[in-house]
Nanobody, 123 residues
């Protein structure tokens, strides 16, 4: 079992940057693909980015491609989301998730979820 705790959210101006972190418990972190999702006000939870177990492959939603970067440190059992050129529409609660299978944009393939961290981008 994996427990996930996100941090790093906050208020930032449009065009700014923010780095989210997700700390994972457990000794099997390197066996999990990791993903970031977000839920904007009044919308469903959407895929943002994913990374495979070794960190060699990454995937992004079109809306964040070129602006966001996902990375992981298996030694520190953590995954990160570096967000740049932030837009007002990036405002959302951001969740990290762990998948025992593959790195995927499919929300149903993730087994464990954090509680989320709020990101507010002022326009």
């Amino acid at each position: 079992q994996v427990q996930l705790v996100e941090s790093g959210g906050g208020l930032v101006q449009a065009g700014g940057s923010l780095r989210l972190s997700c700390a994972a418990s457990g000794r099997t972190f390197s066996r999990y693909a990791m993903g970031w999702f977000r839920r904007a006000p009044g919308k469903e939870r959407d895929f943002v980015a994913a990374i495979n177990q070794s960190g060699s492959s990454t995937y992004y939603a079109d809306s964040v491609k070129g602006r966001f970067t996902i990375s992981r440190d298996n030694a520190k059992t953590a995954v990160y989301l570096q967000m740049g050129s932030l837009k007002h529409e990036d405002t959302a609660v951001y969740y990290c998730a762990a998948s025992y299978a593959i790195a995927t944009m499919k929300i149903g393939k993730y087994d464990y979820w954090g509680q989320g961290t709020q990101v507010n981008v002022s326009s």
